[in-house]
């Protein structure tokens, strides 16, 4: 009989059918029939789950009809007959099917467990995970894909993948998508790449993406794990700020280990230093800045392990070998368990600092130092014009020959003394005097001159002068006393012979020099530089050559006036002098005058000589010094003055409103008790504008020197001779 290939449905069908034909006609057809229709269910796996419902079905048929015809007994046996005729075949395929359905239950509730711990895990994972098929659209979506797009799930899953990219970027994914489809590469070198991802509220933010592709029999799905990469993106932002901040600031910041290998260098360090981050990695700190471990250095170390951080000065090296001075802070730093790791150093170069804090302080030192040789000065300088002026007087009354010879003597040395506190007044105001345009090169040459003929014939004298050098406005013979002391001082300092070197050139100070010493100015200067390779001068005491009294020549041999008169020339000519020196190697002093205004050279007008004596002029004489006042009384009275004396200012006043327009001249002393000269001053020229006044001084401030010297007629410093004060006032007589 054949059977025909129907549903589950319809071999039901069928399968009863032949039951009851059976079970209501007895045809044997209707039994062979049910029990072939059996076989093919089972043969074909359908309907197996059904039998028992089919056989309750027949059953309960048969059972109703039996009450119907009262014929139960013979029923029962008909279906019992039937139930071992039609079950007993199939009895042992169904405990297999019974426990391959036990078996592949218990499979499939292992595997629902399997699948609710992953999609746990998916939900809980705090990236999106999101898989699409083929065609781009997106098939499952876990709650981080809701937080960080601000889609739900309902309102993604059957859309394409390109909602959530900006739209600039979409043909850059398509073409990814389609690459690992083909190829199962990305096209990326990275396992990860980032881009950027689009929120439902239409806002782009960067994101990392890492996505895989994978198959089965229903076709071929991609699943692409997201992270929102937003906090991470601004802290690198933060921290490329920051390395920005290290690489523009103009300090020197370094790391380095505790076996002192270096590593990080920013570029301030690679600007002050001179080598790149590259040539110090892994390099020890201690041998590539230092010269020697000095105990400071030594000390920073113990410090900073045992307090966490040191601050100091340290004296380094650069890549070219030049010495500089750092203001180093160091910080110790640790790993995450709390061990110390490495040390943070922040280094200021404070080279040009301690140069010009030198300098302030040697300024601050000489200017004190000439406070006081200044004040000794001047009351020497009291102390000397009275024996000066005597001793010409005695000269010339005494007849004796032998007598004549001793106040010879005693007149030289004074005269000696007054010329050593005329050095001492140079340094601590500085030289005062007519100015005139100088031809700096002339003067280098007549001193070239006076060196290759008297210096020893073991020392080269060379000499190099820029062409087209600058004038300089100026004394010529301050200026040559200034450098032949240099040349004399560089010529001692080289006893077993070896070169001097006199330079001249132009340099215009700007900003950057200025800051480099206290005393320059912007503007053009003229730079001499005197060089030996001499013995040197040792540092701790390159600071004080310039103060009086000071030598380091053997004694007999140097006043220690040399260096200290020179530098106060220099300062009268608005100049200044800056000294280098290495031990062993030599010395160069380069000497800076600032260039002169006008190329065109003053004449000096020759004066007509005239006699000096008087015709009975009253002079006023004011000082308050008696032995000087007496002396010069004498003096003026001699050559035919009159004379009357003041003690001080306010006395001085007095004497001419009684005497008023006969006083003719006066002679002024600038420092007086009571009122002192300047005041003085002040007030007879209010009482007449047309007073002629010389003002007298051992020392005149060099701040007031200029308000003085528009005050008076001329001035005349002490100690003078008689020639000297009878000049003077002849000059000013007309």
């Excluded at 589950?8 to 062979?32: F, H, T, V, W």
């Excluded at 050095?423 to 100015?435: I, P």
Aim: aromatic fraction near 6%; charge should be negative.
């Amino acid at each position: 009989m054949q059977i025909r290939n129907d549903t589950p449905d319809e071999l039901r069908k069928q399968y009863m059918s032949a039951l009851q034909d059976y079970l209501e006609e007895g045809k044997e057809k209707s039994l062979e029939r049910a029990y072939e229709l059996g076989r093919k269910a089972i043969a074909d796996g359908r309907g197996i789950l059904d039998m028992a419902a089919v056989h309750r079905d027949v059953l309960v048929t048969v059972l109703t009809q039996a009450v119907k015809q009262e014929e139960i007994e013979e029923t029962l046996k008909k279906a019992a007959q039937f139930f071992s005729e039609s079950i007993a075949p199939f009895e042992m395929t169904l405990r297999g099917f019974h426990d391959s359905i036990t078996e592949l239950y218990n499979v499939n509730k292992i595997l629902e467990q399997s699948e609710m711990k992953f999609r746990s895990v998916v939900q809980a994972a705090n990236d999106a995970i999101i898989s699409s098929k083929s065609n781009g659209n997106i098939i499952s979506w876990n709650k981080c894909a809701e937080t960080i797009f601000g889609y739900s799930e309902e309102e993604v899953l059957g859309k394409p993948l390109t909602i959530l990219i900006p739209e600039r970027l979409r043909y850059i994914h398509s073409s990814r998508l389609e690459r690992l489809l083909s190829t199962g590469e990305s096209g990326y070198n990275e396992k990860m790449f980032e881009s950027y991802g689009l929120k439902k509220d239409g806002s782009e933010f960067p994101i990392e993406i890492s996505i895989a592709a994978w198959k089965t029999e229903e076709g071929t799905f991609y699943t692409g794990i997201v992270r929102d990469i937003t906090e991470r993106k601004r802290a690198q932002e933060k921290i490329r700020e920051r390395a920005s901040l290290l690489n523009i600031t103009h300090d020197a910041i370094a790391v380095r280990d505790l076996e002192h290998r270096l590593t990080y260098w920013n570029k301030g360090a690679e600007r002050l230093y001179g080598w790149t981050e590259d040539e110090i990695k892994g390099k020890n700190a201690n041998e590539l800045l230092y010269k020697e471990e000095s105990p400071g250095l030594m000390e920073a170390k113990k410090i900073v392990i045992e307090r966490g951080k040191w601050p100091g000065e340290l004296c380094q090296v650069t890549k070219d070998g030049k010495e500089i001075t750092v203001d180093s802070r160091w910080v110790l730093t640790y790993d995450l368990k709390g061990a110390p790791k490495s040390i943070l150093i922040i280094n200021t170069d404070v080279t040009e600092k301690k140069k010009l804090e030198a300098q302030f302080l040697r300024a601050q030192r000489m200017d004190s130092l000439g406070t006081l040789a200044g004040g000794i000065a001047h009351d020497l300088n009291n102390i000397l014009t009275p024996i000066m002026l005597s001793l010409q007087i005695l000269k010339e009354e005494c007849p004796d020959e032998d007598k004549r010879k001793m106040v010879d003597i005693l007149e030289r040395n004074t005269t000696r003394g007054a010329d050593l506190i005329k050095q001492v007044l140079l340094f601590a105001r500085g030289a005062e005097g007519e100015h005139r345009t100088v031809q700096v090169a002339y003067l280098i040459s007549e001193i070239g001159k006076v060196t290759k003929e008297t210096f020893p014939k073991s020392i080269e004298v060379r000499f190099s002068i820029s062409r087209g050098l600058w004038e300089v406005t100026g004394d010529a013979t301050q200026l040559y006393q200034v450098l032949m002391n240099l040349c004399v001082n560089a010529r001692d300092a080289m006893p077993k012979g070896g070169i001097l070197e006199i330079s001249a050139e132009n340099l215009f100070i700007d900003e950057k020099h200025k800051r480099m010493n206290i005393e320059a100015k912007i503007g053009p200067y003229i730079v001499i530089t005197v060089t030996d390779t001499g013995t040197g001068i040792p540092p701790e005491i390159l600071d004080k050559v310039f103060e009086p009294f000071f030598t380091t020549k053997a004694h007999g041999k140097g006043t220690g006036l040399g260096l200290s008169t020179s530098i106060g020339i220099i300062k009268s000519h608005s100049g200044f002098i800056d000294v280098n020196s290495e031990v062993g190697k030599g010395t160069a002093f380069k000497v800076y005058l600032p260039s002169a205004a006008t190329t065109e050279t003053q004449q000096v007008k020759a004066q007509e000589l005239t006699p000096n004596t008087g015709n009975g002029e009253m002079i006023l004489v004011v000082d308050d010094e008696v032995s000087i006042r007496e002396v010069t009384n004498v003096i003026l009275e001699t050559n035919g003055y009159r004379v009357i004396t003041a003690a001080d200012g306010a006395e001085a006043i007095s004497l001419y409103q009684e005497k008023g327009t006969e006083i003719k001249i006066v002679l002024m002393d600038m420092a007086m008790p009571v009122m002192d000269g300047q005041t003085c001053t002040r007030e007879l020229r209010k009482i007449n504008p047309e007073i002629k006044i010389i003002a007298v001084s051992g020392l005149i401030e060099k701040e007031t020197f200029s308000k003085v010297a528009k005050q008076v007629n001329t001035l005349l410093n002490k100690p003078y001779s008689s020639e000297q004060l009878l000049k003077t006032i002849k000059d000013i007589s007309g």
